[in-house]
């Protein structure tokens, strides 16, 4: 971990773990993705300093500044006096990457979410990392993992917590409500947040475009009848369709896919009305 000495607005000062270094000159800003040495010995992005410093892949230095395992936060709790007012040192340093309720999250808004939508599904923002966290329950509505999506250009743009099994998982079980029978498939946790939006609380989203063998085992025990098959209108959309209705035809559920009527990419670009439509008459 890069140890962090003091926390200005946006900026951490942390000792520069490639030098001897008395009087912190690492400075990295996560919200600009920007990180300096003042001693020479880096300049560049914020998540290229994590990498170095661990030694890991870039991809793998954005995990674990989600993770919370990038920084040790340890000397400022100290000086704050801080340690006896925090339950847990996870909880200071989630305080420290500025994790909130996010109702007013203009990205959100622009693409049609809902205010009640991102407090019902209990959608965090950081603006000091400039990522939404949406959180992750079971069916017994535990918190088992959380997605983080970038609202910048960093790749990739979605990542899941560390030890988290997507295969294990259908996201929206904990809120789903199934209607005569019928059950919605969609493919990213956004997609399923907006359908339940639509009118449409009977859906789950598989969280990438395949569906394993737990995963079927899951929709196989709820009580319906038939599955929509809401995946992207791409490729990769298509040949998920195609592999999931053998998959679901082989536990006995007849399966409809959804046709999209213009050029959308997938149900969150559709026409509000159209998309109601075309679901209702599958």
Same mark, same amino acid.
């Given at each position: 971990?890069?140890?962090?000495?003091?926390?200005?607005?946006?900026?951490?000062?942390?000792?520069?773990?490639?030098?001897?270094?008395?009087?912190?000159?690492?400075?990295?800003?996560?919200?600009?993705?920007?990180?300096?040495?003042?001693?020479?010995?880096?300049?560049?992005?914020?998540?290229?300093?994590?990498?170095?410093?661990?030694?890991?892949?870039?991809?793998?230095?954005?995990?674990?500044?989600?993770?919370?395992?990038?920084?040790?936060?340890?000397?400022?709790?100290?000086?704050?006096?801080?340690?006896?007012?925090?339950?847990?040192?996870?909880?200071?340093?989630?305080?420290?990457?500025?994790?909130?309720?996010? %109702?007013? =999250? +203009?990205?959100? /808004?622009?693409?049609?979410?809902?205010?009640?939508?991102?407090? $019902?599904?209990?959608?965090?923002y950081?603006?000091?990392?400039?990522?939404?966290?949406?959180?992750?329950?079971?069916?017994?509505?535990e918190?088992?993992?959380?997605?983080?999506?970038?609202?910048?250009?960093l790749?990739?743009?979605?990542?899941?917590?560390?030890?988290?099994?997507?295969?294990?998982?259908?996201?929206?079980?904990?809120?789903?409500?199934?209607?005569?029978?019928?059950?919605?498939?969609?493919?990213?946790?956004?997609?399923?947040?907006?359908m339940?939006?639509?009118?449409?609380?009977?859906?789950l %989203?598989? =969280? +990438?475009?395949? /569906?394993?063998?737990?995963?079927?085992?899951?929709?196989?025990? $709820?009580?319906?009848?038939?599955?929509?098959?809401?995946?992207?209108?791409?490729?990769?959309?298509?040949?998920?369709?195609?592999?999931?209705?053998?998959?679901?035809?082989?536990?006995?559920?007849?399966c409809?896919?959804?046709?999209?009527?213009?050029?959308?990419?997938?149900?969150?670009?559709?026409?509000?009305?159209?998309?109601?439509?075309?679901?209702?008459?599958?």
């Open positions: 971990m890069i140890m962090v000495d003091k926390v200005v607005d946006d900026e951490f000062l942390c000792f520069c773990p490639w030098h001897p270094d008395d009087n912190p000159s690492l400075n990295i800003n996560l919200r600009k993705n920007a990180a300096i040495c003042f001693a020479g010995c880096y300049s560049g992005d914020a998540v290229g300093a994590v990498a170095k410093a661990e030694g890991v892949t870039k991809t793998k230095a954005h995990q674990l500044i989600l993770d919370n395992l990038a920084f040790d936060f340890s000397g400022v709790m100290k000086s704050l006096g801080a340690e006896e007012n925090h339950t847990s040192f996870t909880d200071f340093r989630d305080e420290n990457l500025g994790w909130k309720i996010a %109702a007013n =999250l +203009g990205y959100l /808004l622009k693409r049609g979410f809902s205010q009640s939508s991102i407090v $019902l599904w209990g959608i965090e950081s603006e000091i990392i400039r990522h939404i966290r949406i959180p992750i329950f079971n069916q017994e509505e918190l088992i993992g959380c997605i983080y999506r970038t609202i910048d250009d790749k990739p743009k979605y990542l899941y917590n560390k030890g988290l099994s997507k295969k294990n998982i259908l996201f929206g079980i904990n809120n789903i409500r199934i209607a005569n029978g019928k059950l919605n498939l969609v493919e990213g946790a956004l997609d399923c947040i907006w339940h939006q639509c009118g449409f609380p009977n859906t %989203a598989i =969280l +990438g475009s395949n /569906l394993s063998k737990e995963q079927c085992e899951i929709v196989k025990s $709820l009580e319906i009848d038939i599955v929509h098959l809401c995946m992207d209108n791409d490729f990769a959309g298509m040949l998920a369709t195609k592999n999931m209705k053998k998959q679901l035809k082989a536990i006995n559920l007849n409809k896919s959804l046709v999209y009527p213009d050029e959308s990419k997938d149900v969150q670009e559709m026409d509000f009305a159209k998309l109601v439509s075309a679901v209702r008459r599958l």
